[in-house]
């Protein structure tokens, strides 16, 4: 009896299209990507680079900008290398397993990120609705533990998608219409019924994602109603100011992840190439401007950074 034929049903390698309908552009394209993944590399680096090197920055926010630029430098890192690759060598192929892993780092990067922007909103209804209780609430050991669930929550979500995807028979399909690989993108490719797939990823994305978006909800309600319960002007402007950061932050990572959601789901009617963009857009612009945000809107950050760079002119003038 022969064998049975192995790639139709676990396909060796996977092909990315990269953009549908804008092939012709890549090149162009890859130039404002490869600059941004330059400056989330940069930026995210420098941010740990200050806060391994210098104990003032120990404090809890400080720490958790620490996870939030490792995030970054995991969900860009795990994605934007293979769109370049796409972009200017036109190397399209990927193996199963490495597109599997790359679906594995990339969705675990945005889960724990997620629950990083969490925990930091917590921090900051610490710091204005219980000051007082602030430094012995947010303690190392607590900052540790928020670290090990970020990571592990990830890991325990992401973990049945391997085993959801390796199940399934591919019967010879195998090109994907994206930049990089992910959780749909690749169940879709599958010959077979993919209903579970498809409720397991709507169902943890609204628990993990969906549930994060809606505690940081709350919490930011808890802080207007602190907030605005100051007496003076000044101390409600000064209490608001300091939450600036942490909502840019939110919009810009959860504005495009979340359109990019629900458009793959129920936008049939979009273009593939919206699809794309939206999904590239969440990979590579928060990293980008999270460290730039800080840098600009936190004074101990910027205090250091502008003594850092004035430290390597006189070593460039001597």
């Keep these: 009896m022969p064998a049975p034929n192995r790639s139709s049903f676990d396909p060796v390698t996977f092909v990315l299209t990269g953009i549908p309908g804008l092939e012709e552009s890549h090149v162009w394209i890859s130039v404002p990507v490869c600059l941004m993944y330059v400056v989330a590399l940069a930026g995210n680096s420098l941010f740990l680079l200050l806060i ?10 400080c720490l958790f900008l620490a996870m939030l630029s490792v995030a970054d430098l995991m969900l860009s890192t795990a994605t934007v290398p293979e769109m370049l690759a796409i972009f200017w060598l036109g190397s399209r192929r990927v193996s199963f ?3 599997i892993a790359q679906m ?59 085993f959801l995807l390796k199940r399934l028979p591919y019967c010879g399909h195998s090109t994907m219409q994206h930049t990089y690989c992910e959780h749909m993108g690749i169940a879709r490719l599958a010959c077979a019924d993919i209903s579970v797939n498809v409720w397991y990823g709507f169902t943890t ?17 808890l802080i207007l109603r602190a907030a605005f319960r100051l007496p003076s002007r000044e101390a409600r402007l000064k209490a608001l100011r300091t939450c600036g950061s942490h909502t ?7 504005t495009p992840a979340f359109f990019s959601f629900l458009t793959h789901r129920f936008g049939h009617h979009i273009p593939a190439c919206i699809h ?3 999904a590239n857009l969440y ?3 928060p990293p980008m401007l999270n460290p730039i945000v800080y840098g600009v809107r936190t004074r101990q950050i910027r205090e250091r950074v502008a003594h850092a760079f004035s430290r390597m002119g006189e070593m460039c003038c001597c």
């Design 205 to 221: 994305t609204l628990l993990s994602s969906g549930l994060d978006v809606v505690l940081i909800a709350l919490s930011y309600a």
């Design 248 to 254: 840019c932050a939110i919009l810009m990572f959860y």
């Design 104 to 162: 594995f780092f990339t969705h675990v990067s945005f889960i724990a990120e997620s629950t990083v922007l969490l925990a930091m909103a917590f921090d900051r209804y610490v710091a204005i609705c219980d000051p007082l209780r602030y430094m012995t609430i947010l303690t190392p050991a607590v900052i540790g533990r928020v670290a090990v669930a970020a990571v592990a929550r990830g890991l325990c979500i992401m973990f049945p998608t391997i």
């Design 52 to 61: 391994a090197t210098d104990r003032s920055l120990h404090h809890p926010m």
């Design 283 to 285: 990979v590579i612009v």
């Design 97 to 99: 397993d490495a597109c």
């Design 276 to 278: 794309i963009l939206l």
